[in-house]
């Protein structure tokens, strides 16, 4: 049973002082450092985050993780956090979200083939909303200089990273997050043409750190909505959004279009989003 040690991690980032930042899993326990990797290698591992409510996680979040494999990253982590800069907590609950990254990691360490370096996918917990406060702790975590940052996002969470009103002065503010992390970011239907986004980020003046990437399908992804076995939704589609309102709807066919079969097994186990 893992709810009672998920438990404990979540005590422990409610706690005074908090635990800024934790791993509740993680691939092996070299973890972020690949068994794999040549002992001659001195440069920085690079970590993939992808911070998110997962409220549940998606296909689409998996494939923002293939994407952020094919730009060169080392080890992924998964990362919820326990405040959200917007949003309070409805639907799922921490444990099960957590439960529900547990499974995609595991699908990662067990399934994954064209994408080697997914393997090495861990899942964290931060107590921090704004990326730029998760970050540290992180670092922190790892002797200096052996691992780096780089952030996964939607070209919808960059205009959002890049929005004052969460800052003092946001390019003072954002200063220190840039020297330390990169940015991969991936456009998103319904926020904006690549051309938009790529704009977007000459103007925030940080494009040598921000990598623009695309979601693509792969084989077991065919694209093409208009497959009767598509369910009209595209990878680049998918959110969470659609899925909690497809298991409200009892549309199993959508709900298992767009998260993987481990993470469907917990939505219907545990009867979430059915109201
Ligand atoms: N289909 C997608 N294409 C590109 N980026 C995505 C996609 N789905 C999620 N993301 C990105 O993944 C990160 C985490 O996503 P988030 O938890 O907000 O998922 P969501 O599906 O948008 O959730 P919700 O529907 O509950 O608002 C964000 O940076 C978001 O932009
Ligand atoms: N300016 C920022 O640092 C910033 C902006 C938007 C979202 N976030 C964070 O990104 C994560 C995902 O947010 P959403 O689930 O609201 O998309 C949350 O942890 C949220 O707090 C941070």
């Not at 979200?97 to 360490?109: D, F, G, N, Q, T």
Request: neutral net charge; charged residues 25%; glycine residues 4%.
């Amino acid at each position: 049973m893992r709810q009672p040690y998920l438990q404990q991690a979540l005590a422990k980032a409610s706690a005074n002082p908090p635990k800024p930042f934790q791993t509740t899993f993680t691939a092996s326990s070299s973890w972020p450092f690949s068994p794999d990797r040549p002992a001659s290698t001195t440069r920085p591992t690079r970590i993939a985050v992808l911070d998110s409510s997962f409220n549940p996680p998606t296909k689409a979040h998996y494939h923002l993780l293939k994407a952020a494999a094919r730009v060169g990253c080392d080890a992924f982590l998964l990362l919820l956090a326990t405040n959200n800069v917007d949003k309070g907590q409805t639907g799922a609950g921490a444990i099960e979200r957590l439960e529900m990254m547990e499974a995609m990691a595991a699908h990662a360490l067990t399934h994954e083939k064209e994408d080697s370096a997914l393997r090495n996918i861990a899942v964290g917990l931060t107590i921090h909303a704004r990326f730029m406060d998760k970050a540290q702790p992180i670092l922190d975590s790892y002797q200096a200089g052996t691992v780096q940052l780089s952030w996964i996002m939607g070209h919808d969470t960059m205009t959002r990273l890049f929005d004052p009103k969460y800052y003092n002065d946001v390019h003072a503010d954002m200063a220190p997050f840039f020297e330390r992390c990169n940015v991969i970011c991936s456009s998103r239907p319904g926020y904006g043409s690549r051309d938009e986004m790529m704009q977007f980020v000459k103007q925030s003046g940080h494009s040598e750190k921000v990598a623009l990437v695309e979601i693509v399908a792969t084989e077991d992804t065919v694209e093409e909505a208009g497959r009767p076995e598509n369910h009209g939704v595209e990878i680049k589609e998918m959110s969470s959004t659609v899925v909690r309102n497809a298991a409200r709807n009892k549309d199993w066919k959508l709900v298992e279009r767009c998260v993987l079969p481990p993470v469907k097994e917990i939505i219907e186990r545990n009867g979430l989003y059915s109201v």
